[in-house]
């Protein structure tokens, strides 16, 4: 899940962005901002960077198990062509 400190801080940005002349909107935009950035990013399913790392590993750890797998049915073929 995305980062609410960051929602908020993107929000602020953005509002920081409205040029001076619109000031008296920026509390009620600064609010419109986080409101579409949490529904936006909520909708995405971001996962963390742990999430991902974690997920990276096993995939790795699959994947050398497979290569594994594929070796000793390469041999047994072989083998049982002789």
């Known amino acids: ?5 960051s929602i908020d801080d993107i ?3 953005l509002s920081d962005a409205i040029p001076p ?6 509390d009620d ?3 419109n901002f986080r409101a579409i950035l949490q529904s936006v990013l909520g909708k995405m399913e ?8 974690v997920q ?10 497979l290569e594994a797998l594929e070796k000793r049915v390469t041999e047994m073929e072989t083998n049982s062509s002789k």
């Open 29 to 31: 935009m600064e609010k």
């Open 21 to 26: 002349g619109l000031s008296t909107f920026k």
């Open 56 to 65: 990276k590993g096993v995939l790795a750890k699959t994947r050398s198990r």
């Open 1 to 5: 899940m995305f980062d609410p400190k």
């Open 46 to 53: 971001l996962v963390t960077r742990e999430e991902f790392e």
């Open 11 to 13: 929000a602020s940005r």
